[in-house]
């Protein structure tokens, strides 16, 4: 969510942005990252209880998605 990364090191820009709310799950950190850049990774896992995880729902064109998931490391 941070535009210095997501902007600034990623090179994506989103064409909108809106806080969104996903219900039912929590945010979990349980992976560990690359310090310095990123000390953790997280994750949402389900939740059986009244947990949410707030964040940003961004649209973006197909090239910056193709950006971000080279830059998650998906295949």
Request: proline content about 11%; hydrophobic content about 40%; charged content about 15%.
């Given at each position: 969510?941070?535009?210095s990364?997501?902007?600034g090191?990623?090179?994506?820009r989103?064409?909108?942005a809106?806080?969104?709310v996903c219900?039912g799950?929590r945010?979990a950190?349980?992976?560990?990252?690359?310090?310095?850049?990123?000390?953790?990774?997280?994750?949402l896992?389900?939740?059986?209880?009244?947990?949410?995880?707030?964040?940003?729902l961004?649209?973006?064109?197909?090239?910056?998605?193709?950006?971000?998931?080279?830059s998650?490391g998906v295949?």
């Open positions: 969510m941070a535009t990364v997501f902007q090191r990623r090179g994506v989103p064409i909108k809106a806080p969104a219900y799950y945010l950190f349980t992976a560990i990252g690359l310090p310095p850049l990123e000390p953790s990774f997280a994750s896992e389900p939740s059986f209880s009244s947990d949410s995880c707030h964040g940003v961004y649209t973006v064109t197909w090239l910056d998605w193709l950006r971000i998931c080279a998650e295949p």
